[in-house]
């Protein structure tokens, strides 16, 4: 039809909204997106799942620099908050750029409680990007080491690597669990209203705070601890001699850095992250919204 014989009746095209999603919108939506992960091609699956391993390793490598500078010289909560700032890093990238986490993942349960995917599915997808994570992130922590990163300040970034990793392995199972219960609540908060959000903008704004509140509290989080722990380990096994005296100790000081204290840390912070994640966000979510009378 000729646009210019004023007869064409179509209406203008509406302009895209700019408010966010209702919470039921929101728990439609990541239904849906609950289907599409399950559905995906492995390969693609893995690959995406490797960079947001990477991502996560990414923010933890800042917040490790931030803490070898804060620790001690500010106050305690002002120096983790910000040190959870710099690590939302990780989970900003893994939005923005459409990776593949395990613990923001854990919301698939929603389309699980809906009948719209199988146990089975739910636990390939999780397998595929659990795995996938745990490649992404020790390929950073390797990078990391080789580059040099535990040298800096002096081996101050080193020994607050191997802090970390020395605090993760010792965790009793029990608390690493609640922990990881509690890391995840917040995550998946932080994914949940992401969902809901318009732009880049509002992403971000809202994953900053759920994030640094998680890091500040000392929660545990499985990806991540897939970069702390095998970086203070790299660092324990590879490290030459200088390094030990320039931080003045020596790998004996670190006895529960080991990988059994990376599994006795992995298995409770990984149950306690879908438990977190998976039922107290997403189940409950979908009760609230998703749920028929019947059910």
């Known amino acids: ?8 009746t179509a209406p203008p095209p509406r302009a895209a909204s700019l408010d966010p999603l209702l919470p039921a919108d929101i728990a439609r939506k990541a239904e849906q997106i609950g289907v599409a992960k399950a559905n995906m091609d492995p390969v693609r699956l893995f690959a ?4 947001a391993g990477a991502f996560i390793g990414l923010g933890a490598m800042a917040a490790t620099t ?17 040190g959870g700032l710099v690590f939302s890093l990780g989970l900003i990238l893994v939005v923005l750029g459409g990776a593949e986490l395990f613990t923001g993942n854990n919301l698939m349960v929603m389309a699980l409680a809906g009948r719209r995917i199988t146990v089975l599915a739910l636990l390939r997808a999780w397998g595929i990007v659990f795995v996938g994570n745990l490649v992404g992130a020790l390929g950073t922590a390797v990078l990391v080491f080789l580059g040099g990163h ?3 300040a002096d081996g101050t970034v080193g020994a607050t690597a191997l802090a970390i990793g020395e605090a993760k392995a010792a965790l009793p199972p029990a608390r ?15 994914v949940w209203i992401c969902y ?9 704004v809202v994953i900053l705070f759920p994030v640094a ?45 080991s990988l059994g204290g990376l599994v006795a840390n992995l298995v409770p912070v990984t149950l306690g992250n879908i ?10 979510y979908w009760f609230v919204y998703l749920r028929r009378p019947e059910e």
């Open 213 to 257: 509140a998680f890091v500040a509290a000392g929660f545990e989080h499985s990806v991540a601890n897939m970069y702390f722990i095998p970086k203070g380990l790299l660092i324990l096994w590879f490290a030459p001699a200088d390094f030990w005296a320039l931080v003045d100790t020596s790998p004996e000081a670190y006895k529960a850095l």
């Open 150 to 152: 535990h040298f800096l």
């Open 48 to 51: 995406l799942a490797v960079l």
């Open 196 to 204: 809901g959000a318009r732009s880049m903008t509002d992403k971000v």
């Open 176 to 190: 690493a669990f609640f922990l990881g219960v509690l890391c995840n609540v917040l995550v998946c908060l932080a």
């Open 1 to 8: 039809m000729n646009l210019q014989d004023g007869n064409d």
């Open 66 to 82: 931030l803490w070898s500078g804060t620790t001690g010289a500010l106050p305690f909560g002002v120096a983790r908050m910000l």
């Open 275 to 284: 438990v977190g994640g998976g039922v107290l966000v997403g189940l409950v």
